[in-house]
T-cell receptor, first 116, second 114 residues
Framework: AQTVTQSQPEMSVQEAETVTLSCTYD???????LFWYKQPPSRQMILVIR??????QNATENRFSVNFQKAAKSFSLKISDSQLGDAAMYFC?????????????FGAGTQVVVTP | NAGVTQTPKFRVLKTGQSMTLLCAQD?????MYWYRQDPGMGLRLIHY???????AKGEVPDGYNVSRLKKQNFLLGLESAAPSQTSVYFC?????????????FGEGSWLTVV
């Protein structure tokens, strides 16, 4: 079974600064997707970014980018130019692509606090 | 732009009572899911459905039942509520089961069992 580990319960960042959230995962599979979800105080789960394991290029979505290290099984999220609206819980998630259906496996989450 | 809608949003139950959470999606998605979220943990899959009339167990199915009689609806039932089922419940859907497909989540239902 796959496991997803987020070792940082909370990270604090000042507005306009950069913060990096770490995520490691354990799998024996080679074909999978990784995701970062944002959960603001409203509790809505919002997809931030996704990465396909077979793509070497790191995914980028505006101020959000990932550092995907397949061999190290690491998938970190960098938030650049942090804004107050980025304050939220961030979840890393894994999904197998080697079966017709793969469960979305979540980490425990990292709370991001943005200070003015 | 309804997307995934859950009802009710909040509910307080007494131990032993039963209730049903309703999830509706208007995106014609084949796959639907029920998750629960507990403090300090990510979402865990309770049950899922790959199409109308089909359901399957997820990671934490005990104490819950589900039904998918219509493609757009996925019901989660608690037959005899227990305090351990106090949680935030999320419904979600996706067009297919392909790993890269975006999974769309509802806004959550807060359930407290006293």
């Amino acid at each position: 079974a796959q496991t997803v580990t987020q070792s940082q319960p909370e990270m604090s960042v000042q507005e306009a600064e950069t913060v990096t959230l770490s995520c490691t995962y354990d799998t024996s599979e080679s074909d999978y997707y990784l995701f970062w979800y944002k959960q603001p105080p409203s509790r809505q789960m919002i997809l931030v970014i996704r990465q396909e394991a077979y793509k070497q290029q790191n995914a980028t979505e505006n101020r959000f980018s990932v550092n995907f290290q397949k061999a190290a099984k690491s998938f970190s999220l960098k938030i650049s130019d942090s804004q107050l609206g980025d304050a939220a819980m961030y979840f890393c998630a894994y999904r197998s692509a080697e079966h017709s259906w793969g469960k979305l496996q979540f980490g425990a989450g990292t709370q991001v606090v943005v200070t003015p | 732009n309804a997307g995934v809608t859950q009802t009710p949003k909040f509910r307080v139950l007494k131990t032993g009572q039963s209730m049903t959470l309703l999830c509706a999606q208007d995106m014609n998605h084949e796959y639907m899911y029920w998750y629960r979220q507990d403090p300090g943990m990510g979402l865990r899959l309770i049950h899922y459905s790959v199409g109308e009339g089909t359901t399957a167990k997820g990671e934490v199915p005990d104490g819950y039942n589900v039904s998918r009689l219509k493609k757009q609806n996925f019901l989660l039932g608690l037959e005899s509520a227990a305090p351990s089922q106090t949680s935030v419940y999320f419904c979600a859907s996706s067009k297919t089961g392909t790993a890269g497909n975006t999974i769309y989540f509802g806004e959550g239902s807060w359930l407290t069992v006293v």
